[in-house]
């Protein structure tokens, strides 16, 4: 969710990639919350870092507690920051189904659009 809004509500000033410590491939509620809100991520893939290649990152910004904790160390001038979200899958894993699931990856869905939205001023205040 977090590539899919940065690059469409901050796209023309941040060229943004997403990836974790594991693939755990793309989850269906998610790209229906995000298709509600005119984003479509139904193309988007899991991958790791080595997926990206050897490409240089000006920050890199973790959003879960794991991925904060297991972050590889990036050489040269790459700022890392960490600014968690809950994960909606662990959210909604007692829901008895889907209607019940959504309103959680709705509003995980809607707090990262909001901290999106600071870009890039909160990420340079952070360097």
Do not use: W
């Amino acid at each position: 969710m977090a590539e899919g809004l940065c690059r469409q509500f901050r796209g023309d000033l941040i060229e943004a990639y997403s990836c974790g410590i594991e693939k755990h491939g793309l989850n269906a509620l998610a790209v229906q919350v995000m298709a509600e809100i005119g984003i479509d991520i139904s193309a988007h893939n899991s991958k790791t870092l080595a997926d990206l290649g050897d490409s240089d990152f000006d920050y890199v910004v973790t959003v879960c507690s794991h991925a904060d904790s297991n972050c590889p160390v990036f050489p040269g001038e790459t700022t890392t920051i960490h600014r968690g979200f809950d994960d909606p899958p662990a959210l909604a894993a007692a829901a008895k189904n889907i209607e019940e699931a959504l309103p959680y990856y709705r509003r995980v869905r809607d707090e990262i659009k909001d901290y999106v939205m600071t870009f890039p001023e909160a990420l340079v205040a952070q360097r």
